[in-house]
C-alpha cells in the first residue's frame, strides 16, 4: 500500500484530508506532519505523525526516508491576505514549501500534490468562466508564490520526471479547522456567525463572486487528482475546478432559508476586496472533468443544509 506524508496535517485542509487518506490507504499508511510538533487528538491518536517544517528541506527527507513514504500532499502555505501583511513569510513558506518537496521528490522518487487557488489569477485574467491556459499575472504576493509553484511543479515534471500534480482551489468552506487570513474565509464565517445567532458583518461587498467548494469535494478531488491515470492528464499544475460560484447576498439568503432571523451587514475591508476583485468571478472547470472526471457532489443549498446541521452540533445548539 502507497505510504503517504501530509505537510500541514493540523491546518483547514490538512486536518481533513489526512483522516480520508488515512480512511483510503490505512490509518499506518499516512503520516501526519506538521511544524507545531506534537500533534494533538484524533489526528495523533489516529496514525504515525512526526515535526516537519517544510521550508527545512531535511525535515521533509527525514520524514520521507523514516516512513518509506510514496506520495506527498504539500499543504503548507501563508493564505491570500496574511501573507500581504508580511510578504517575505509569504514567499518563504509558498515557495520554499513547494522547492523542497520537489527536490526531495526528486530524490526519494515520491509522487507531489500542491495545492494551487484561484489565487494565481489577478486582474488582467478573463474574470468569467476563466480558460485552464490564461494569463496569469496575479497582484498579491499569494498568488506570486501559487504561480511560481506551478511553473518549479511542470519544470520538475517535465525536466526530472517528477509526478507532480495539483488544483486550483477555490474558496473552500469547512466546519471542522477555521481558515486563516484568506480572501474567502468570509464564506466560512457567516455560517459560525448565523448558527451562534450573531450578526454577521461582512468584510466583501455585494456583487462580488467568488468560485467556491464544500470541503469533502475538495478531498475528493486531491485524492482522485492523485490516483488518475497518467496518461490522461494533459496538463497537470494546476487544474480549474469549482463547485459553485456566489456573491455574499446569495450565501446570506440560503442561510436565511434555515435562519429566518439571521442578520448581516456589509462593511468591506479594502485589501480583501481589493483582492476578491481580482479573483475570477467563475472559472471553466472542463479539463479536470475531462482529465480525471472531477465532478462536485454539493452546491451552496446542500452544503448550506450540511453546514448548518454539523455546525449546529459542534457548537451544542442540536
Ligand atoms: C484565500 O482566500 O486566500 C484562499 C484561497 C482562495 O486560496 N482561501
Redesign the pocket.
Known amino acids: 500500500m502507497k505510504k503517504i506524508l501530509v505537510i500541514g496535517a493540523c491546518g483547514q485542509i490538512g486536518s481533513e484530508l489526512t483522516p480520508a487518506l488515512r480512511n483510503v490507504y490505512g490509518t499506518d499508511n499516512v503520516v501526519a506532519a506538521d511544524c507545531v510538533y506534537p500533534l494533538k487528538g484524533e489526528l495523533a491518536e489516529s496514525g504515525p505523525s512526526c515535526k516537519v517544517d517544510a521550508t527545512n528541506a531535511q525535515d521533509i527527507a527525514d520524514a520521507v526516508k523514516k516512513y518509506n513514504i510514496d506520495a506527498i500532499y504539500n499543504l503548507a502555505a501563508i493564505?491570500?491576505?496574511k501573507a500581504e501583511a508580511n510578504p517575505m513569510l509569504g514567499w518563504n513558506v509558498g515557495v520554499g514549501a513547494v522547492l523542497n518537496c520537489l527536490e526531495v521528490s526528486r530524490e526519494f522518487g515520491c509522487s507531489l500534490f500542491t495545492p494551487s487557488?484561484?489565487?494565481a489569477f489577478g486582474p488582467d485574467t478573463p474574470h468569467d468562466m476563466t480558460p485552464q491556459d490564461t494569463i496569469q499575472r496575479p497582484k498579491t504576493i499569494?498568488g506570486v508564490t501559487k504561480v511560481t509553484g506551478e511553473l518549479l511543479s511542470d519544470y520538475y515534471f517535465k525536466r526530472f520526471g517528477v509526478d507532480t500534480r495539483s488544483v486550483r482551489?477555490?474558496?473552500?468552506i469547512s466546519n471542522v479547522t477555521l481558515?486563516g487570513?484568506?480572501?474567502?474565509?468570509y464564506a466560512v464565517e457567516i455560517y459560525y456567525a448565523a448558527v451562534k445567532g450573531e450578526k454577521f458583518v461582512c468584510p466583501i461587498a455585494k456583487g462580488t463572486f467568488m468560485d467556491m467548494m464544500y470541503m469533502p469535494d475538495a478531498l475528493k478531488a486531491a485524492i482522485d487528482l492523485m490516483e488518475a491515470d497518467p496518461s490522461k492528464l494533459v496538463h497537470r499544475n494546476s487544474f480549474n475546478i469549482t463547485a459553485m460560484s456566489f456573491e455574499p447576498d446569495m450565501i446570506y439568503n440560503e442561510i436565511k432559508k434555515h435562519i429566518p432571523d439571521f442578520q448581516m451587514e456589509y462593511k468591506f475591508d479594502e485589501l480583501r476586496q481589493g483582492?476578491a476583485d481580482s479573483?475570477p468571478n467563475k472559472m471553466d472547470d472542463s479539463c479536470a472533468r475531462k482529465e480525471w472526471g472531477f465532478s462536485p457532489k454539493y452546491d451552496l443549498a446542500s452544503m448550506t443544509v450540511d453546514m448548518i446541521d454539523v455546525l449546529r452540533k459542534k457548537l451544542g445548539q442540536a
Open positions: 493564505l491570500s491576505a487557488s484561484i489565487g499569494y482551489f477555490p474558496g473552500l481558515p487570513g484568506g480572501t474567502t474565509d483582492i479573483w
